[in-house]
Structures are given as structure tokens and as C-alpha cells.
């Protein structure tokens, strides 16, 4: 008896619809919004709102231009790149070139002051800044997965061109050619190191210093640097140099 009404019971559970298709689209929310205001709505957010404006709004530097991120270079992308490698010095450190991903940057930068809530929209995840050693060898596989995927965040120094088939044409570091027998220290991130986002070659890296505390947390680095630069009264600034250039 108990053994059919468990059958019963999951017969009648079964549903009768199956999917014939998945639709999709964008819902733009923007200004339009502002018109429909809800002041019990407002009510409710207002002491939430005070204690995340009180985090999210004290300044920490200025930026001289609108910068975003795009491949296959980006003025955002130049800068967060040239961030790590300015970082290095904190660790005890000399990298000769840092990388950054392009997916990992998550917002634009408006033109004026910054705040520590851009800088949180920009670099929103918990990865840790990173230095590895690849040596030449490594070096050239990781610029030619970087070709494949178009392009990733390179520091001032780094001469990339790929072809518009995605291959790796030439690379320069300082000017020079990579020699695929020495070693070169690189900052980075955590995330990175692991191989992710199709930068493998990350996977042969050794004498790995790659602090998990919380404050090696990249926005905070990110907003050490904007910080010194303010306090010596510099609006930071960064342009496209032709690090990486598709031909």
C-alpha cells in the first residue's frame, strides 16, 4: 500500500509542459527609473544607504580622463597593469613586467575624483597580487596565449603584435628580445597564476610569492597607489602606447 502511493503521488508530481524554446533580452535601467520614485521604498533603504555611503564615498585620488577597459589595449588596462608593477616594492619585489586580465576589470573610470566605491567596481573580486618567475621560454607562450584571446593588460615596457588571426608576431621587453633561457619575475594576480583565463603558462611559474591576507586584496592596492599619487598632488593618468598592437 505504501509502496503505490509513493508511485501515485510521484506520477502526479510529473509535469505535462515541456520547453519549446528560450527567449531572452536586456532591461536598460537608467534615468527612466527616476520618475517612479517610492518614498516607502526610500524610507526602508535610507539608513542602509548612509552606512554604505559612509564606505563607499571618501575619495582617494583623481583621474585625468575617462578610461576604460578594452582590447587589444586600453588606457584602464595599461594602468592597472602598470599598478602591479608599482606594488612591487611593498613586497620586496622588481618584477619587470606585470599582467592583468581584461575580464577582471569591471568598470570604467569617470574623469575627476575616485572614489574607494570605483575603484570596489572596477576590481570587485578578493584576487591577491601575485609574483612568479617564468622564465624566456614561458614568457613567449604566455604572449602567444595572450594573442589568442586578443589582448590582456600588459606593463609599460611590453611591446606586443599579433596578427589578425590571433598569433603572436613579435614581442619585446625594454626594447630587447625575450631570451627563452633566462628568468623573469612578473607581477600579477592570484587568479592568474593558476592558468585561468587561458594564460596556462602561468602553470610553470616558480618562487611564487602570493600573500592571501586581505590587504593584498587588489583594490586595496589599487587605492594605495591613487592615494600616494594624490598626496604628492599628481592626478593619475595613463594612455594607449602601442603595447599591444594587432596588425
Known amino acids: 500500500m505504501g509502496v503505490l502511493t509513493v508511485a501515485v503521488m510521484v506520477s502526479s508530481c510529473r509535469s505535462q509542459y515541456m520547453m519549446s524554446g528560450i527567449e531572452r533580452s536586456r532591461i536598460v535601467v537608467d534615468q527612466r527609473y527616476d520618475a517612479l520614485n ?20 571618501p575619495v ?5 580622463r575617462y578610461m576604460a577597459a578594452h582590447r587589444p589595449e586600453s588606457e584602464l588596462s595599461n594602468l592597472l597593469a602598470d599598478i602591479l608593477v608599482w606594488a612591487g616594492k611593498a613586497y620586496q619585489e622588481k618584477p619587470v613586467f606585470g599582467v592583468y586580465n581584461m575580464g577582471g576589470i569591471r568598470a570604467a573610470l569617470a574623469k575627476g575624483k ?61 626594447g630587447k628580445e625575450i631570451d627563452p633561457q633566462a628568468s623573469y619575475r612578473i607581477a600579477s594576480i592570484d587568479y592568474l597564476i593558476q592558468g585561468n583565463d587561458k594564460m596556462e603558462a602561468f602553470k610553470a611559474s616558480t618562487k611564487v610569492n602570493s600573500p592571501q591576507e586581505e590587504s593584498n586584496n587588489l583594490r586595496y592596492i589599487i587605492m594605495d597607489y591613487f592615494r600616494e599619487q594624490m598626496k604628492q598632488g599628481k592626478v593619475v593618468d595613463s594612455q594607449i602606447e602601442g603595447r599591444v598592437v594587432i596588425e
Open 38 to 57: 517610492d518614498g516607502r521604498a526610500d524610507a526602508l533603504m535610507a539608513p542602509y544607504k548612509q552606512v554604505v555611503d559612509s564606505m563607499m564615498s
Open 60 to 64: 582617494v585620488g583623481e583621474t585625468a
Open 114 to 174: 575616485v572614489t574607494f566605491g570605483d575603484i570596489l567596481d572596477v576590481a570587485p573580486f578578493e584576487n591577491k597580487i601575485a609574483f612568479v618567475t617564468l622564465s624566456g621560454e614561458k614568457v613567449m607562450e604566455l604572449f602567444r596565449q595572450m594573442a589568442m584571446t586578443g589582448g590582456e593588460a600588459v606593463s609599460h615596457g611590453v611591446q606586443l603584435v599579433f596578427t589578425k588571426d590571433h598569433q603572436l608576431k613579435s614581442a619585446l621587453l625594454h
